[in-house]
């Protein structure tokens, strides 16, 4: 978790140069790449909870970034898109992405990376059973 946290502080100090966190520039950078979504669609899509995206769909909105227009066929939804200015954000933010990304790999070869993209792949699925068996009664009879 230490190298995932030190990860995030990288990007969130990179991308504060342009007054935006990791969170922020994700969400941005995904509504430029695919169009406006609900707020419920990207949480589901950036895997973040509805609260958390809410929050970050709020500060970009204020700074200018997203506005939220009722939806055509449900107006009890919203659906969220990047404004002009959003837009012309997409540019700096892969830049510090791509820039970022050239740092973390420096010296790991492309197949350590690709190794090391199997091996949490495979954690993640031995996780998914683990949380599974967790959740099972009988799993944890045994333990009492």
Same mark, same amino acid.
């Given at each position: 978790?230490?190298?995932? /946290?030190?990860?995030?502080?990288?990007? !969130?100090?990179?991308?504060? =140069?342009?007054? #935006? *966190?990791?969170?922020?520039?994700?969400?941005?950078?995904?509504?430029? *790449?695919?169009?406006?979504?609900?707020?419920? $669609?990207?949480?589901? /899509?950036? *895997?973040?909870?509805? =609260?958390?995206?809410?929050?970050?769909?709020?500060?970009?909105?204020? $700074?200018?970034?997203?506005?939220?227009?009722?939806?055509?066929?449900?107006?009890?939804?919203?659906?969220?898109?990047?404004?002009?200015?959003?837009?012309?954000?997409?540019?700096?933010?892969?830049?510090?992405?791509?820039? #970022? /990304?050239?740092?973390? /790999?420096?010296?790991?070869?492309? +197949? +350590?990376?690709? $190794?090391? =993209? $199997?091996? #949490?792949?495979?954690?993640?699925?031995?996780?998914?059973?683990?949380?599974?068996?967790?959740? !099972?009664? =009988?799993?944890?009879?045994?333990?009492?």
């Amino acid at each position: 978790m230490a190298t995932a /946290r030190a990860i995030r502080e990288a990007y !969130d100090t990179r991308f504060a =140069a342009l007054d #935006l *966190n990791l969170s922020q520039a994700s969400v941005l950078a995904f509504l430029c *790449n695919f169009g406006a979504h609900t707020q419920t $669609q990207l949480a589901q /899509r950036m *895997n973040i909870g509805r =609260a958390a995206t809410g929050s970050v769909v709020d500060a970009l909105e204020r $700074q200018g970034f997203v506005e939220r227009q009722p939806d055509a066929s449900d107006r009890r939804v919203w659906q969220v898109s990047a404004t002009q200015s959003g837009k012309e954000m997409n540019k700096p933010i892969n830049q510090i992405d791509e820039a #970022l /990304r050239t740092q973390l /790999r420096a010296g790991i070869s492309r +197949e +350590e990376r690709q $190794q090391l =993209a $199997q091996l #949490l792949l495979r954690l993640q699925s031995n996780l998914a059973g683990a949380l599974t068996d967790s959740a !099972d009664p =009988a799993m944890t009879e045994d333990l009492r």
